[in-house]
Nanobody, 124 residues
Framework: QVQLVESGGGSVQAGGSLRLSCAASRYTYNIMGWFRQAPGKEREGVAAIYTGGYIYYTEFVKGRFTISRDNAKNTLYLQMKSLKPEDTAMYYC????????????????????WGQGTQVTVSS
């Protein structure tokens, strides 16, 4: 059974940093990503990393967030710097175990496993 468990969320002031972790069950993941969802808004993609090493970021986090993956530890990370109040949201780890035929990494339906989420709150 695949399990994704996020940790590392918390409350910080604007300009601060946090590192999110997603501990994953031993499995082959074709794509792993981070999404976030603020109250009253749709879940949106933040960043994704493919098995081949390709990395994608959404425009509003480029230069501030870094996604990485430690295959030996089966852990996905999201290093967040220069946090802004608009980054406040529940952050979710997502993974796709099925073969990837194409599509946008931002598409939530692409992922077949999700974590329970970790809250990030940034105060001004």
């Amino acid at each position: 059974q695949v399990q994704l468990v996020e940790s590392g969320g918390g409350s910080v002031q604007a300009g601060g940093s946090l590192r999110l972790s997603c501990a994953a069950s031993r499995y082959t993941y074709n794509i792993m990503g981070w999404f976030r969802q603020a109250p009253g808004k749709e879940r949106e993609g933040v960043a994704a990393i493919y098995t081949g090493g390709y990395i994608y970021y959404t425009e509003f986090v480029k230069g501030r967030f870094t996604i990485s993956r430690d295959n030996a530890k089966n852990t996905l990370y999201l290093q967040m710097k220069s946090l802004k109040p608009e980054d406040t949201a529940m952050y979710y780890c997502a993974a796709r175990t099925e073969f990837f035929y194409g599509g946008s990494w931002r598409d939530v339906s692409l992922y077949n496993y999700w974590g329970q989420g970790t809250q990030v709150t940034v105060s001004s």
